[in-house]
C-alpha cells in the first residue's frame, strides 16, 4: 500500500532555532517527493520538489533531503522564524499512471513561539 | 492576482441541501484537481481533468459528487444531498504539462465547507 508517514505530528520551537521534520514513504514507483507549507486557512503551496536523481535541495532557509534507497526525506529549517509557523506536507509523486498520482503525508505542524 | 481562486471560500449549510464550488486556474494551467482535506490530515485526491476532459475519478468521489470543466478554464464541484461526513476543506490545485510527473501544482485558498 503506498503511504507517506510523516514525524513528528507537530513540534513546536523558538524563534531562530533549527529543526528537522521527516518523512517515509512506501510509494512505488517513485517519481518525484514534494514539500508543501500549508498556512492555516490556506492552500498548500509548494517548497521543493526532487526526483529519484536528486538528493538534496534549497529554497532560501528550508533544505530537503532525499534518500530513495531507504525511502526517506527530510526538511530542514534553518534560522525559525515566526512566519515558519505553519503544516508542512510531504507528497509523493508514484510513476504508475499518466497522472503521476500524488501521495500526501498528513503534515508536521510547526509552530515558533518568539 | 494571477493565482488559483476558489468561491465561495466558506459554506454552511442544512444536510440534505445542495452545494456548488467553483474553481479558477491559473490561467495558462491546462490541468485541474479537486482535493478534500479534513482537520489534521493531508489532502485527499477527488479527481483531475486535463483541459476539459475528467480523465480519472478518486473512489472517494460517490456519485453524490460531480465536478465539470465545460469550456477547459474554470471548474465546478456539486455536492448534492449533503452529509455531515462532507464537511471539510475543498481544496483546488493546478499545472501545467511542463514534464511529465514533475509538475508543481499551484493550489488555491480552499472551500470550507461546514454541513449542519
Known amino acids: 500500500k503506498n503511504q507517506v508517514e510523516q514525524s513528528p505530528q507537530s513540534l513546536i520551537i523558538l524563534e531562530g532555532k533549527n529543526c528537522t521534520l521527516q518523512c517515509n514513504y512506501t510509494v512505488s514507483p517513485f517519481s518525484n517527493l514534494r514539500w508543501y507549507k500549508q498556512d492555516t486557512g490556506r492552500g498548500p503551496v509548494s517548497l521543493t520538489i526532487m526526483t529519484f536523481s536528486e538528493n538534496t535541495k534549497s529554497n532560501g532557509r528550508y533544505t530537503a533531503t532525499l534518500d530513495a534507497d531507504t525511502k526517506q526525506s527530510s526538511l530542514h529549517i534553518t534560522a525559525s522564524q515566526l512566519s515558519d509557523s505553519a503544516s508542512y506536507i510531504c507528497v509523493v509523486s508514484d510513476r504508475g499512471s499518466t497522472l503521476g498520482r500524488l501521495y500526501f503525508g498528513r503534515g508536521t505542524q510547526l509552530t515558533v513561539w518568539p | 492576482d494571477t493565482g488559483v481562486s476558489q468561491d465561495p471560500r466558506h459554506k454552511i449549510t442544512k444536510r440534505g441541501q445542495n452545494v456548488t464550488f467553483r474553481c479558477d486556474p491559473i490561467?495558462?494551467?491546462?490541468?485541474l484537481y479537486w482535493y478534500r482535506q479534513t482537520l489534521g490530515q493531508g489532502p485527499e485526491f477527488l479527481t483531475y481533468f486535463q483541459n476539459e476532459a475528467q480523465l480519472e475519478k478518486s473512489r472517494l468521489l460517490s456519485d453524490r459528487f460531480s465536478a465539470e470543466r465545460p469550456k477547459g478554464s474554470f471548474s465546478t464541484l456539486e455536492i448534492q444531498r449533503t452529509e455531515q461526513g462532507d464537511s471539510a476543506m475543498y481544496l483546488c490545485?493546478?499545472?501545467?504539462?511542463?514534464?511529465?510527473?514533475?509538475?508543481?501544482?499551484?493550489f488555491g485558498p480552499g472551500t470550507r465547507l461546514t454541513v449542519l
Open positions: 490561467s495558462e494551467h491546462n490541468r
Open positions: 490545485a493546478s499545472s501545467t504539462q511542463a514534464g511529465q510527473n514533475t509538475d508543481t501544482q499551484y
